[in-house]
Every structure is written in C-alpha cells, then in structure tokens.
C-alpha cells in the first residue's frame, strides 16, 4: 500500500526483538534528520497504549565530607602538655646566683600544725607572686566528699585514711598539670614527722621529688589562740591542738628548713618563706 505523503512505516516492533535487520530509517530520509522521528500512528482498530512515564530514580545524596579524625586530648583549640613528676631542681655552680624564687616555677609543700598558719600564708604567698601560682589545700579537697565525709576528728580508721589518700593523691595530680603547664603550686598539709601514712613519702611519690617542703612552726600558745577562731570541724579541741604541736617538733634536726612565725604576720611568713625557697633551691633539702 502506498502513503500518499511520507515514507513507509517501519515494520512492527515485535515484543522480545530488537528492530528488523536492514531496516534504516536514515536510508529512506536523505538529508540530515529534521527533528525527532516521527511517532507512528496506532493501528487501525486498537487503542492507543500509553507510553510509559519515566521514574526518576533516587535523588543523589548531598556530599558528606569526611569525618575528622578524632580530636588529641585538648580544651577548646589550646593543647596540654601532661604532668609529670617534677624533678629534682640542679644544684648550681657556686658562682652562679641563686635564681629569684618569685619569678621560678615552683612545687612547695608547706607543712606545719593546725593553727600554724599554712592555709593563710599559702594563699597570701600565692596571690603576691609575679608568676602565676596556684594553691592547693589538702584539707579542702578532702571536704569535696560532702556525704559519708569521714571526719579525722572523730576518730582515724580505715574510712579517713582512705579519704586522706585519695584526697593527696588529687592534689597530686593537680600540681603536676598545672606545673606542667608553667603554674606554679603551693600545696599544705599537716604531715607528720614520725607517721608513715601522714608523711612525705607519699607527697614525693604523687608530686615528685622536686616538691620543696618547709615546715611552719611557731609556739604552742600561738598555734592554741589562733585555733580558738576557728570554726566548724576545722576547730579542734586544745588536747589534740597540743598532741598535734608536740609531734611536729619532731621536725627539728630534720633537715627539712623550718620558720618560726610566732612573731611575724602573714606578709613577713611569706617574704620569709621566699628567702628560704631561695636556698632550698640552690641547695635541695635531702628527704
């Protein structure tokens, strides 16, 4: 059959077959394409089919960067060197000054009886230092334990000297990262010449060798008034005031340097305690 307009249709596309061989469309179409192929009429007789709709397939996933590796040990952007032990300071030439004990980093241990004066004078020698310091008080990290707080007053068992261990060895723990990070640190405690639990040893182990210790100790009668404005469970009872100051004295012929502040205030306790900082560091106490 002939078309009066056009060229013939192709052959029938048959379901599972591709499109006859031999059959071009350009063969019959000379010239370059005109626009789309023509859609050929439906047959007569039938319906039209609809055409099938294309489905968009899934939207591509928006790009996802990668995942940083995991942060080093930081706060904030700012790196922290960890705490060490602190050594021994070097013992120096004899013709090489002493350095200024208010411009060193420093780890101080200031020991001494209760009423001697240790929390005051820390804190004002702290506070009065051209580099930064902090202080760090046994006695108040040991009350950080509100319920089940395991008062030595009423009697040291098995409970307060695990709270006392545990209270040292945070204080420990703190001066070495702060020291570490250039603070310096001045730490009290009523350490006991002649008890091993409540002694030196374990400052040295949780600090370091290079920790200095100096032992405030003025007079009994001193030490009794200035308890006497105490309060709370830092107040004790005059026995136990005088049994403490007595078994301080034990220091004496310690080697261990020692400032009788019965007559000074606190800035005097503190110039006082810088002079002897000044030789401690050019010559190490040996404990």
Not at 83 to 104: E, I, K, N, Q
Not at 262 to 280: G, K, M
Request: net charge neutral; glycine share 10%.
């Amino acid at each position: 059959m002939q078309h009066p307009v056009g060229s013939p249709l192709p052959p029938p596309h048959q379901p599972g077959h591709g499109p006859v061989p031999g059959w071009s469309p350009a063969a019959h179409h000379p010239g370059p394409p005109q626009g789309p192929a023509p859609v050929p009429p439906p047959a007569p007789g039938y319906p039209m089919a609809p055409r099938p709709v294309p489905h968009p397939g899934p939207a591509p996933a928006p790009h996802q960067p990668a995942p940083a590796p995991p942060a080093p040990d930081t706060t904030g952007h700012v790196p922290l060197p960890p705490g060490g032990p602190v050594a021994v300071p070097s013992v120096l030439p004899a013709t090489v000054a002493a350095p200024d004990p208010t411009t060193t980093t420093l780890a101080v241990l200031l020991i001494g009886p209760a009423g001697a004066g240790k929390t005051s004078v820390a804190k004002y020698w702290a506070d009065h230092r051209r580099v930064p310091t902090a202080h760090i008080s046994l006695d108040d990290v040991r009350e950080w334990v509100r319920s089940g707080f395991a008062d030595p007053q009423t009697g040291w068992n098995e409970h307060s000297e695990a709270q006392y261990r545990l209270a040292r060895r945070t204080c420990g723990f703190s001066a070495r990262n702060f020291l570490a990070n250039g603070i310096s640190c001045i730490l009290d405690d009523a350490v006991f010449p002649d008890r091993p639990v409540v002694g030196l040893g374990g400052w040295k182990r949780h600090v370091g060798p290079g920790l200095l210790p100096v032992v405030l100790l003025p007079g009994l009668d001193i030490v009794l008034e200035r308890n006497a404005e105490r309060s709370g469970n830092r107040r004790l009872t005059d026995e136990e005031v005088a049994r403490i100051h007595g078994r301080m004295a034990g220091w004496y012929g310690s080697g261990l340097p020692i400032i009788d502040n019965s007559q000074l205030d606190i800035p005097e306790t503190a110039h006082l305690l810088d002079e002897v900082l000044s030789r401690s560091i050019a010559s190490p106490p040996n404990w």
